[in-house]
């Protein structure tokens, strides 16, 4: 179990430092990969690591939370490129020490329906990282001139 | 672990039923509730279950993939809402026996970026319900006419 929680770890350092080799060796040589949200599979481990060696930009990763069991596993990370941070989040199914299955999603942002004012606060762009340290990074949606605060 | 496992499980299956003190029992006085792609926090138990009993519309909830141990937890499910079947999950901190924070997340289906096609395969929409059996529900989103099947 810790080691599945590692091989999630791993799997998002490894991606981090375009360390394809320690990347690859994570995963089963039959994984799928899905993207729901666009309808996209990927079968098997040699078309998956060239798509993401052929993912244009310069994106990077920074984790958040990664949870394992014996069976399935998480990676809730940010992803930064062109100057935005989103969270996504990757979900494993695991088997004989290997990553068999990645299932991963792309939430964006968006403006809350109106009616429910009276029970939400919302804070600003950017506020996130300095209401929590841990997960602090450098962001740059914050609207210029104002300084970010959480509501 | 368990015990939070079964606390996530548990948070799903409560919301679906309206079972709104069980639900809330579940919860930390001081629960915190994120939205990070709308920049929306609730704080406290019983604004956190008003705005739960005040959503609008006939939703329903069907779980995929739980996951957790000592400190976190996810839930990874379907939320079924006029016709349409989307992926969602809910993060979770836990505390003595309670859930102490939630992040969820609602990601919206897209079309992919051109320039992947040698390397993807798509599904039509409903067709991840036949691919899968133990997550299969009936989805409202198929083509009238067009038998689901995967690429």
Redesign the interface.
């Known amino acids: 179990m810790g080691g599945n929680?590692d091989l999630a770890e791993r799997f998002i350092a490894t991606l981090e430092a375009r360390d394809w080799d320690a990347w690859a060796g994570l995963l089963h040589p039959g994984v799928v990969y899905e993207?729901?949200?666009?309808?996209?599979?990927?079968?098997g481990r040699d078309?998956?690591l060239?798509?993401n060696q052929?993912y244009?930009g310069d994106w990077h990763l920074r984790p958040k939370?990664t949870?394992?069991?014996e069976r399935?596993?998480?990676a809730?990370f940010e992803w930064l490129l062109d100057g935005r941070t989103d969270?996504a989040?990757a979900?494993f199914e695991f088997a004989d020490g290997l990553i068999t299955r990645v299932t991963d999603?792309?939430?964006?942002?968006?403006?809350?329906p109106p009616?429910?004012e009276h029970?939400?606060?919302?804070?600003?762009?950017g506020?996130?990282a300095k209401l929590r340290p841990p997960h602090a990074v450098t962001r740059d949606r914050s609207i210029p001139g104002v300084t970010a605060s959480?509501?």
Chains 1, 2 share one sequence.
Do not use: C, K, N, T
Request: hydrophobic share 40%; no cysteine; charged share 30%.
């Open positions: 929680r993207i729901p949200q666009s309808r996209e599979r990927i079968r078309r998956y060239r798509f052929e244009p939370v949870i394992a069991d399935h596993g998480v809730w969270d989040m979900f999603f792309w939430p964006e942002s968006y403006e809350p009616g429910r029970l939400v606060e919302r804070w600003l762009p506020a996130l959480v509501a």
